[in-house]
């Protein structure tokens, strides 16, 4: 891209900033994505795959949680299929981006973790609602 065609784009976004961000995940799938992170952290933990095992290139055992996953797998798909890590991820790509995932798990190491479905989400989101009412009334 040339200058004139960068100074060109960000003049259109800057007057219709919408345009640019209207495809983009919704709040749904980035919540899909987290909790489906949060289940391969879950995973990988309960089988003893620590990140040295799974990535091959960390120096000491390391336990998983979903921004590791979602770090060290989970963009490292979304870039290599649509050059963009998740949060830039249009709202038909980032449910892509799992099938490698689970694909990637299932061969090496025989499970994969679903797509969270909207039942999962809202029961998660009710749980986690609970608790927190739980929490502040303590």
């Keep these: 891209m040339t200058d004139d065609e960068l100074k060109t784009e960000v003049k259109t976004w800057w007057n219709n900033p919408e345009a640019y961000v209207s495809n983009l995940r919704t709040n749904q799938q980035n919540a899909a994505m987290w909790l489906g992170c949060e289940r391969y952290a879950e995973e990988f933990n309960e089988r003893g795959l620590d990140m ?5 290139k960390a120096k000491m055992p390391i ?4 921004k590791s996953v979602q770090h060290n797998i989970y963009n490292q798909i979304a870039v290599a ?6 949060s830039r991820l249009d709202s038909d ?4 981006v799992w099938g490698p995932f ?4 299932e061969l ?5 973790v679903p ?3 909207e039942e999962e989400l809202k029961r998660v ?3 986690r609602e609970a608790e927190n009412v739980a929490e502040n009334a303590a």
Excluded: I, Y
């Excluded at 090496?108 to 994969?112: A, D, L, N, P, T």
């Design 108 to 112: 090496h190491w025989g499970f994969h």
């Design 81 to 86: 299929m649509f050059g963009r890590t998740s």
């Design 93 to 96: 790509e980032p449910k892509k």
């Design 102 to 105: 689970t694909d990637f798990t």
């Design 63 to 66: 336990r998983w949680d979903k």
């Design 125 to 127: 989101a009710q749980m």
């Design 52 to 56: 040295v095992v799974v990535l091959d």
């Design 115 to 117: 797509w969270p479905s």
